[in-house]
Antibody, heavy 126, light 110 residues
């Protein structure tokens, strides 16, 4: 059974950075990728990017490209998402989700985000 | 404004069949698979349908998905009170070069 356990809530000031972790269990970590998705208060979902846990290949959403870095540590089956230069509109619940394991011609080959972490609330406020 | 358009709300009585639509374009639904997620408020989303009409293990066959052209729909038959949740469609979008989600549909079981 897929289980993704995320780190706890964060409160940051504008301009700071945040790093959220996502520890996977219940499956072979390197067989899949991890997508990061955020949900602002009362809003829908916004995909931020994806990383292959097999080879570290990444794909970032245009909106956060340049401010986000996704990494994985296969020795601990943990994925990380760091977002820099935080702004108040980055305030959201951040989710990690198990996703496709490969990317071909820039398209993530997926059977859906079939396991999600519990979410990490990131609040950006002065 | 999401690239995928869903009705903000839907409702039905127990036992009824309800359908939720998701309208997109050639750059997303018209060219790629559609996925549906269920989110009970204050909880993490759950994958309901993948690749247009496939159900993950454990999802009841009361849930079904379909796609035609640049639109898709999620149907829920034999509506139950526990189906009350927000439902989101998603698909890869070529212009954004990433997956996009619909704005969500809040389903109320009357």
């Amino acid at each position: 059974q897929v289980h993704l356990l995320q780190s706890g809530p964060e409160v940051k000031k504008p301009g700071a950075s945040v790093k959220v972790s996502c520890k996977a269990s219940g499956y072979t970590f390197t067989t899949y990728g991890i997508s990061w998705v955020r949900q602002a208060p009362g809003q829908g979902f916004e995909w931020m990017g994806w990383i292959s846990a097999y080879n570290g290949q990444t794909k970032y959403a245009q909106k956060v490209q340049g401010r986000v870095t996704m990494t994985t540590d296969s020795s601990t089956s943990t994925a990380y998402m760091e977002l820099r230069s935080l702004r108040p509109d980055d305030t959201a619940v951040y989710y990690c989700a198990r996703d496709g394991g490969t990317m071909i011609r820039g398209i993530i080959i997926t059977y859906g985000m079939d396991g999600w972490g519990q979410g990490t609330t990131v609040t950006v406020s002065s | 404004q999401s690239l995928l358009t869903q009705p903000p709300s839907a409702s039905g009585t127990p036992g009824q069949r309800v359908s939720i639509s998701c309208s997109g374009s050639a750059s997303n639904i018209g060219s790629h698979h559609v996925y549906w997620y269920q989110q009970v408020p204050e909880t993490a989303p759950k994958l309901l349908i993948f690749r247009n009409n496939q159900r993950p293990s454990g999802v009841p066959d009361r849930f079904s998905g379909s796609k035609s052209g640049t639109s898709a729909s999620l149907a829920i038959s034999g509506l139950r009170s526990e189906d009350e949740a927000d439902y989101y469609c998603a698909a890869w979008d070529d212009s954004l070069s990433g997956p996009v989600f619909g704005g969500g549909t809040k389903l109320t079981v009357l």
